[in-house]
């Protein structure tokens, strides 16, 4: 896949919005740099989630950004998502790969080098590893070092992003570590000039792409 797209992943989260809507937030994040949107509303389902993701789906159409959903494969087949982005306690990659095919995108989460490989070894395209920083938008996601971040990046063919606190202040210690981008939530939603924010750290997720 292109390893170009993952440079500045955004990550949604609706406990950001302030009164805003999330496809307002996702064109001003794409104006700002961002060149992938997932859709990841933990506390979404059902109708909700898929009427959600077809008004963030116009977004990201008119820019022709790629959206994946995370988890739901139903839901990313109904809208015809760009792909889906599955955890380790979600459905078995060859499994999801079946249904979608061999045009879609599937992402996967690796904290560690086996995860890594066998997520590889599965069929993912790309890896989403963390949380490097920590997370304060998903209380699960334990903390890797940078030591073995690096090491992820390093042991599969495929891009591999770092999720988890990523911020301006310190993005930079991610450079020089094999990543094709960064995965952003907060860095990004939670500012209150949404574009500039992506602006921002697209200066930072390209020094950490090259």
């Not at 919005?17 to 859709?39: D, F, N, P």
């Not at 209150?192 to 997720?205: C, L, N, S, T, W």
Request: hydrophobic share 45%; aromatic share 4%; proline share 2%.
């Amino acid at each position: 896949m292109n390893r170009d797209i993952m440079r500045l992943y955004l990550v949604t989260d609706r406990s950001w919005l302030h009164g805003r809507t999330l496809e307002s937030q996702v064109e001003e994040a794409i104006l700002g740099g961002v060149t992938l949107v997932q859709l990841r509303e933990k506390h979404t389902t059902g109708e909700e989630l898929l009427a959600l993701a077809q008004r963030v789906k116009k977004v990201t159409d008119r820019y022709n950004v790629p959206l994946i959903i995370n988890d739901y494969v139903d839901i990313a087949l109904q809208i015809d998502a760009a792909g889906v982005h599955l955890g380790q306690s979600d459905d078995d990659i060859r499994m999801v790969r079946e249904k979608l095919g061999m045009n879609k995108i599937i992402g996967a989460s690796a904290h560690n080098v086996e995860e890594a490989l066998a997520a590889y070894a599965a069929g993912a395209d790309y890896l989403g590893s963390g949380a490097a920083f920590g997370s304060s938008t998903k209380g699960d996601a334990g903390k890797i070092s940078l030591e073995t971040l690096t090491k992820v990046a390093k042991c599969v063919p495929i891009p591999v992003v770092a999720i988890g606190g990523i911020d301006e202040d310190n993005a930079a210690a991610l450079r020089g570590r094999n990543l094709a981008g960064i995965a952003v939530v907060s860095a990004i939603l939670a500012q209150p000039d949404v574009r500039k924010a992506a602006q921002m750290m697209r200066i930072q997720a390209d020094e950490i792409s090259k």
